[in-house]
Structure formats: structure tokens, C-alpha cells
């Protein structure tokens, strides 16, 4: 394997996951669900359903090749509480680990690449899990803003 080292890379994937479950714990079960009263804004538990989401796609398929079924649009309707939020961020964590058991950094990778037309194509695993931690980093600062946001900070 060439590149950042498997436990590296989980560190940097269950930082921001067990940040943005921290944040979610600041709400508790009866404002978790709540969105921002601003346009197109999510709530915390449809941001971070959304972050399991990309972590399935892009570690799930694109990695390790599984055939996987996402509702992206669903995921930004996501309701629950927190203990359910904890559930499927343990129970995606747990699927990511096992995605990333044969993971070679500078390999291809084994699944469909999933990019828009004209964006970089993922040449590498390394390439996509890097993508899979830019996104769950700019979504923990959604997490942050919006949980100002519901507690009217």
C-alpha cells in the first residue's frame, strides 16, 4: 500500500463524525430535527444522515465495489433522534472500516466513479477517500453553523 495509512485515515473520518454527533447531543432529541429558518437549510440529523450517505457512496461503491442503494434526496429529509443518529453513524463507521479492508491508495478504484461531467476524475482510492474527508469536514462546519443557528446564537 503506498500513501496515509489505513488508521490515519480512519482518525481523520471519525473526528468530524464524532464532532458533529457531539454537536447534535448540544440540541438533544427535540431541536436535532430542526432546520434553520433560512432557505434550502438542513437540520442536523439531515446533515449528518447526508454525511453517512457520501461515506456508503463513495466507500461503499467506489472504494470496495459493493452495489449500494441511496436515496440522496431522502437523506436531507432525514428526521430522528439522537440515539437513531448515533446508531447510523456507528453502523455506517462500522461499514466503512470494512470498506476500506483492501484499500491500496494508489490503486483504481473498483466501483463507478459517481463525478459530474467536468469534474476531476478519481484516478485513485486514496484520491476518493480524501474527497470523502473533505466533505465530512465541510459538512461538520454546516453542523456547527446550524446548530447556532437553532439555539439562536
Given at each position: 500500500?503506498?500513501?496515509?495509512?489505513?488508521?490515519?485515515l480512519r482518525?481523520?473520518?471519525?473526528?468530524?463524525?464524532?464532532?458533529?454527533?457531539?454537536?447534535?447531543?448540544?440540541?438533544?432529541?427535540?431541536?436535532?430535527?430542526?432546520?434553520?429558518?433560512?432557505?434550502?437549510?438542513?437540520?442536523?440529523?439531515?446533515?449528518?444522515?447526508?454525511?453517512?450517505?457520501?461515506?456508503?457512496?463513495?466507500?461503499?461503491?467506489?472504494?470496495?465495489?459493493?452495489?449500494?442503494?441511496?436515496?440522496?434526496?431522502?437523506?436531507?429529509?432525514?428526521?430522528?433522534?439522537?440515539?437513531?443518529?448515533?446508531?447510523?453513524?456507528?453502523?455506517?463507521?462500522?461499514?466503512?472500516?470494512?470498506?476500506?479492508?483492501?484499500?491500496?491508495a494508489g490503486?483504481?478504484?473498483?466501483?463507478?466513479?459517481?463525478?459530474?461531467?467536468?469534474?476531476?476524475?478519481?484516478?485513485?482510492?486514496?484520491?476518493?477517500?480524501?474527497?470523502?474527508?473533505?466533505?465530512?469536514?465541510?459538512?461538520?462546519?454546516?453542523?456547527?453553523?446550524?446548530?447556532?443557528?437553532?439555539?439562536?446564537?
Amino acid at each position: 500500500m503506498s500513501g496515509v495509512d489505513v488508521e490515519t485515515l480512519r482518525w481523520y473520518v471519525d473526528t468530524p463524525l464524532r464532532l458533529m454527533l457531539h454537536r447534535a447531543r448540544l440540541l438533544g432529541d427535540e431541536l436535532v430535527s430542526v432546520a434553520p429558518d433560512l432557505p434550502g437549510a438542513n437540520s442536523v440529523f439531515a446533515i449528518v444522515t447526508h454525511c453517512c450517505g457520501v461515506m456508503e457512496r463513495w466507500g461503499g461503491e467506489t472504494i470496495a465495489g459493493r452495489q449500494i442503494r441511496r436515496d440522496r434526496a431522502a437523506e436531507f429529509n432525514a428526521m430522528g433522534t439522537i440515539d437513531q443518529l448515533e446508531a447510523l453513524v456507528a453502523a455506517q463507521r462500522r461499514r466503512w472500516v470494512d470498506d476500506l479492508a483492501d484499500y491500496d491508495a494508489g490503486a483504481a478504484p473498483r466501483g463507478p466513479d459517481g463525478w459530474e461531467e467536468g469534474d476531476p476524475e478519481p484516478t485513485t482510492q486514496g484520491f476518493v477517500v480524501l474527497h470523502v474527508i473533505e466533505e465530512l469536514y465541510q459538512h461538520l462546519g454546516h453542523v456547527d453553523l446550524t446548530v447556532d443557528l437553532v439555539l439562536g446564537r
